[in-house]
Each structure stands twice: as C-alpha cells, then as structure tokens.
C-alpha cells in the first residue's frame, strides 16, 4: 500500500527552492489565533457561568445581549481561523497567496468593531443611569451628559472608522493595508477604544467615590470590590488597545499587532461577563443580607437597591441588630441608589436555586 501511495504522487524535491520568512505576516497571524482562541474558551467558560447564576433572574434585553454576544464572538473566532486556511493548510507553498488579502480577516474587523461598540455603549449607559440617580447639581448633570456625548462619539468611532477602513482595503492586496492612509484610520480606532475605556473606568470611579467612603464596614468592602472590579477590567482593555497601537505605529509594514487584535473582540466580551458575574462577589453574602432584611416598605418600588451614608452604627443593646435610628437614617440620608439591574443582581435567595 505504502508502494502505491508514493508511486501516486509526484516527486519531490528534497528541498523547497523558495524559502521565505512570514514571520512578520502569517507567524504573527497564527500566533494571534492561538491567543484569539484562548480568549474565546475564557469568555465561553464565562457565559457558562452567567447563565448558570443569572440567567434566570437579569431582563431579558441582557440576556440578548449575552446571547448576540456569544454568536458574535463564536463567529469571530471561526473567521480568524478561517482566514489562514487556504494560505497555511488548504494551498500550501503557494506563494502567489502570501500578498492577497484574505476576505474572512476583515470581516473579522467589522464584528470586533461591533462588539467593541456594544460593550462600550453598555458601560456608558451605566455611568448614565447612576448619574441620573446620584448627582443633584444641574452643572454636574450638563458636565456630565457633556462627558458622556464624548464618550458615545469615540465608541461610535468604532463602527464608523472600520465603514471606512473596509471601503478602502476591501478586495486589495495586502499591501494596500500598509498605506498612509488606512494605518491612520487603524490607529484611530485603536485610540478612540484607549480614550473610552480610560473614561468610563474614571467616571465610574469618580461617580462611586463622590459621596466619600462609607463608614458601615460591608458597604465599604462593597464599594471597594466595585472599585477594583471596575479599574481591573478597564486597564486590560485599554491596556490591549495600547500595545495594539503602539505595534501598529512602529511596525506599520508587518501584521505584529494581529497578535493581540484578534483578541480584542473576547476580551471586550470578557469584559462585560466578568462585571455581570462579578456582581455577587461585589456585593458579599454578608452585604445581600444586610440590606435584604429591610421590610419591602424601606426598598424602592422597582426593587433596586438603596444605599445611603451608613454612618450610624447600632447600639451596645441592639445585639447586632438594626435600629429605628439606622433605618430613619438610611431613609432619610443622602441616597446613592440604583435601578440597573445590570449593576448589581437581583433579590432573590439563589442559595434554593
């Protein structure tokens, strides 16, 4: 059998008359799409567990955008797979494909871009909500609005700048992506999703902090995991965006920077899950308990949680418990309260579920 097999094929040379380096090129597109995958599993494995904790409790437009996240980034993870199928395994050694533009790496573009978008849309109507219910100066709340117009204009700038980027590399040799022109318009996106990240992880923080640390200790583990939940996740996705634009200003010429970008669509996803499933751990079992064992009158009528100036502790005779003082106190101080249920989980006791 083995005698037919090779009497079947053509000879061939002992070695390849045409060596070339794609280091620069192809070695840092599957380097990229070895990381792309391990992206993809981490954010897979996070969809697991939301559904499993908050699947059943969250409105459904989350659940959707979960959901249209999952496809969108599946989809992503196939196409750049995809896109170096022919080149590496399907055509191999032909070198004529080594300078065409494969068609599944830039759609990859314009589904990170929307991924990009969203998460970043969804972060800043966070920061709008918790505005909207925190700040009562009328400046404040035009600064703020001011702020946040920016902040949609950079996020936007993700759909509108890779409109353009396509309408120009779309079909054209690879070279073409090399040019003056589209390496601007790549670094532009790149800077926009730098500058937004770093702005919504300040507003969060300063919108959180504004009101001053509180002195009831649960509380004040509470903010301090929000904190860090927030800063964790938006210093890695700027600092990815970073390293991207700084690989994509210094080696404009080669494919460095795919090494990092074809990541950038699951570790936005990443992202969003990681906020969403962190929610529990920010608030605690000991916090959810203590402001869950309030009467239903000391809740507002949408169920969102209320947090107020907790300065007042109870009594040496109160056993721990709370007091009519606390609660007039709570009632009474200023609020910092939200409705998103995005922003914190739900009521309900899910040690049943």
Same mark, same amino acid.
């Given at each position: 059998?083995?005698?037919?097999?090779?009497?079947?094929?053509?000879?061939? +040379?002992?070695?390849? +008359?045409?060596?070339?380096?794609?280091?620069?090129?192809?070695?840092?597109?599957?380097?990229?799409?070895?990381?792309?995958?391990?992206?993809?599993?981490?954010?897979?494995?996070?969809?697991?567990?939301?559904?499993?904790?908050?699947?059943?409790?969250? +409105?459904?437009?989350?659940?959707?955008?979960?959901?249209f996240g999952t496809i969108f980034d599946t989809a992503n993870a196939i196409l750049v797979m995809k896109g170096q199928w022919l080149v590496l395994i399907h055509e191999y050694g032909n070198v004529s494909q080594l300078s065409d533009t494969q068609f599944e790496l830039l759609h990859h573009t314009w589904i990170e871009s929307v991924v990009i978008f969203v998460v970043q849309l969804y972060f800043i109507r966070?920061?709008?909500?918790?505005? =909207?219910?925190?700040?009562?100066?009328?400046?404040? =709340?035009?600064?703020?609005?001011?702020?946040?117009?920016?902040?949609?204009?950079?996020?936007?700038?993700?759909?509108?700048?890779?409109?353009?980027?396509?309408?120009?590399?779309?079909? =054209?040799?690879?070279?073409?992506?090399?040019?003056?022109?589209?390496?601007?318009?790549?670094?532009?996106?790149?800077?926009?999703?730098?500058?937004?990240?770093?702005?919504?992880?300040?507003?969060?923080?300063?919108?959180?902090?504004?009101?001053?640390?509180?002195?009831?200790? =649960?509380?004040k583990r509470m903010v301090h995991r929000l904190i860090l939940v927030i800063v964790s996740s938006g210093t890695l996705t700027a600092a990815s965006a970073t390293v991207v634009l700084i690989l994509i200003k210094f080696y404009p010429a080669s494919l460095y920077y795919c090494i990092l970008e074809f990541s950038l669509c699951s570790l936005y996803f990443s992202t969003l899950l990681a906020n969403l499933n962190t929610r529990?751990?920010?608030?605690?079992?000991?916090?959810?308990?203590?402001?869950?064992?309030?009467?239903?009158?000391?809740?507002?009528?949408?169920?969102?949680?209320v947090l107020g100036p907790l300065t007042t502790h109870s009594g040496s005779g109160s056993g721990g418990g709370i007091t009519a003082t606390m609660i007039r106190g709570i009632q009474h101080a200023k609020e910092i309260k939200t409705d998103d249920p995005d922003a914190f989980s739900p009521f309900e006791d899910r040690s049943s579920v």
């Open positions: 059998m083995a005698n037919v097999t090779t009497s079947a094929c053509p000879a061939l +040379p002992a070695e390849n +008359p045409i060596i070339l380096d794609i280091t620069s090129s192809y070695g840092s597109l599957l380097v990229g799409s070895w990381l792309s995958c391990t992206m993809w599993g981490v954010s897979t494995f996070q969809v697991f567990i939301y559904y499993m904790n908050s699947g059943d409790f969250d +409105p459904q437009f989350l659940r959707n955008l979960v959901y966070r920061i709008y909500i918790f505005s =909207k219910q925190t700040l009562r100066s009328e400046k404040l =709340k035009y600064a703020t609005f001011a702020i946040l117009l920016v902040m949609v204009m950079l996020a936007s700038w993700q759909l509108i700048g890779i409109a353009v980027y396509l309408s120009y590399g779309y079909g =054209k040799p690879l070279d073409v992506l090399s040019t003056p022109r589209l390496i601007g318009l790549n670094i532009s996106l790149r800077a926009a999703a730098v500058a937004a990240d770093v702005l919504v992880s300040f507003g969060m923080v300063i919108l959180i902090t504004r009101s001053g640390t509180p002195n009831f200790s =649960k509380t529990e751990y920010v608030q605690s079992r000991g916090g959810i308990n203590t402001v869950s064992t309030f009467n239903a009158d000391y809740r507002s009528d949408n169920n969102a949680l």
